[in-house]
Every structure is written in structure tokens, then in C-alpha cells.
Nanobody, 117 residues
Framework: QVQLVESGGGLVQPGGSLRLSCTAS????????MGWYRQAPGKQRELVAA???????NYADSVKGRFTISRDNAKKTVYLQMNSLRPEDTAVYYC???????????WGQGAQVTVSA
């Protein structure tokens, strides 16, 4: 069973930065795609950013220019650098991975990000 462990969440003031990390229990090279979703209270889970096995990225319009997703295959880790944070970015952020066949997806336990003065 694949395990994804997130870290780096917390409380930050508006305009501040945080970096989320997602470390997998096995090589991430085998995943077709990895990324981050978020879910705010009372809202549906939404895709924030994703990165493919060859490094292609895509972002939600609301975070373009502020968030950057990257991967370090040697460390089996995907990162989400979040800059210029806004109160509306407050949510639980979930790491996910999609298997090479596209059949299976795996999820982390979630990391709380709170943007507040």
C-alpha cells in the first residue's frame, strides 16, 4: 500500500508563504501524476496544482503566479510552494498520486493551512 505523508502546513498571515511537502513510501517515478487538492469548510475539494511524471504542470486559475509545484524524485517528494497567501487559501491540503495505469489513486492525510491576521 502506498503511503503519502504531508508536512509543512500551519498558520500564516496574509501575504506570507508556506511550503508543503508530500513524501511517498516508494519511488514517485512510477506515478503518472502527483499533485495537491484542497478543501475548505463547506466547499468541494478542488485541484490546486498537479505535476506529471515528465514534469508538466497545471494550476487552478486562483493560484497561478502564486503557487509552484515541483518534485524531487531522489527524495520521493513533491512540493507546493505557496506565496502571497490569502485568507481564501485557507483549507486542508491533500497530496495525491495517480498510478501509471491511471487505475489507482492514493491520498495523504491532509495538512491544514490557515491564512489569517
Amino acid at each position: 500500500q502506498v503511503q503519502l505523508v504531508e508536512s509543512g502546513g500551519g498558520l500564516v498571515q496574509p501575504g506570507g508563504s508556506l511550503r508543503l511537502s508530500c513524501t511517498a513510501s516508494l519511488s514517485i517515478v512510477s506515478f503518472y501524476r502527483m499533485g495537491w487538492y484542497r478543501q475548505a469548510p463547506g466547499k468541494q475539494r478542488e485541484l490546486v496544482a498537479a505535476i506529471s511524471s515528465v514534469g508538466g504542470t497545471n494550476y487552478a486559475d486562483s493560484v497561478k503566479g502564486r503557487f509552484t509545484i515541483s518534485r524531487d524524485n531522489a527524495k520521493k517528494t513533491v512540493y507546493l510552494q505557496m506565496n502571497s497567501l490569502r485568507p481564501e487559501d485557507t483549507a486542508v491540503y491533500y497530496c495525491y498520486a495517480l498510478s501509471s495505469s491511471g487505475t489507482y489513486d492514493f491520498w495523504g492525510q491532509g495538512a491544514q493551512v490557515t491564512v489569517s491576521a
